[in-house]
């Protein structure tokens, strides 16, 4: 199983991106699906969840600002981001784990604002 992101990039302050996270192979159940960021020289950081259910929880830093969904169907999940900030840049990596506590995570993806 590989979760494969896109949807990164350079963008100005103010402006808006939307990371997709897609898993392929075989996964019978995906519980949670979590996006997660590390900026330069930081520690990795939980910015949106997911449940199965739809309910989402967000880090302060990014609320009222992204947006996090899901197509249970195709096991993708998205991370639609605006409003964005110099500190939101980073790398944005997106993790699932099942109902077992199996969990996968994606390669990671680059999201540079520019001030």
């Known amino acids: 199983v590989q979760l494969v992101e896109s949807g990164g990039g350079l963008v100005q302050a103010g402006g808006s991106l939307r990371l997709s996270c897609a898993a392929s192979?075989?996964?019978?159940?995906?519980?949670?699906m979590d996006w997660y960021r590390q900026p330069p020289g930081k520690q990795r950081e939980l910015v949106a969840t997911i449940t199965s259910s739809g309910i989402t929880n967000y880090a302060d830093s990014v609320k009222g600002r992204f947006t996090i969904s899901r197509d249970n169907a195709k096991n993708t999940a998205w991370l639609q981001m605006n409003s964005l900030k110099s500190e939101d840049t980073a790398v944005y990596y997106c993790?699932?784990?099942?109902?077992w506590g199996i969990g996968y995570w994606g390669q990671g993806t680059q999201v540079t604002v520019s001030s």
């Open positions: 993790s699932f784990k099942t109902p």
């Open positions: 192979g075989s996964i019978s159940s995906i519980n949670i």
